[in-house]
């Protein structure tokens, strides 16, 4: 069965780090462009980060350009979002989203219809 399962998620302080971890399992992603994505409540999802399949390129939001980091360990079937500077408008279920063979710039553009999701880890942000 393959499926993406996201950890790392938890109640931090403004300003604080956090990394969120992404693992595939049920299959190689070795050719699968990895994404994060994030909702908050009562909001629509919204793009936060890819990273392309051969680790070429990355594309991240403007709202969390500069602050997060997109990463992936292809021997782990692993993918990585790198935190910092924290806000509260970054509280928000997590997700990560996986699609064969797609640039990093498609993947905001895919409307929620991805190849595989993940189930969310919670992310809250205090001031």
């Known amino acids: 069965q393959v499926q993406l399962v996201e950890s790392g998620g938890m109640a931090m302080q403004a300003g604080g780090s956090l990394r969120l971890s992404c693992l595939a399992t049920?299959?190689?992603?070795?050719?699968?462009?990895m994404a994060w994505f994030r909702q908050a409540a009562g909001k629509e999802r919204e793009f936060v980060a890819a990273?392309?399949?051969?680790?070429?390129?990355?594309y991240y939001s403007d709202s969390v350009k500069g602050r997060f980091t997109i990463s992936r360990d292809s021997a782990k079937n692993t993918v990585y979002l790198q935190m910092n500077s924290l806000k509260p408008e970054d509280t928000a279920v997590y997700y990560c989203?996986?699609?064969?063979?797609?640039?990093?710039?498609?993947?905001?553009?895919?409307?929620?219809?991805?190849?595989?999701w993940g189930q969310g880890t919670q992310v809250t942000v205090s001031s």
């Open positions: 049920g299959r190689s992603f070795e050719s699968y462009t």
């Open positions: 990273i392309s399949w051969n680790l070429g390129s990355t």
């Open positions: 989203a996986a699609d064969y063979l797609v640039t990093p710039q498609i993947m905001p553009t895919l409307k929620g219809k991805h190849e595989y």
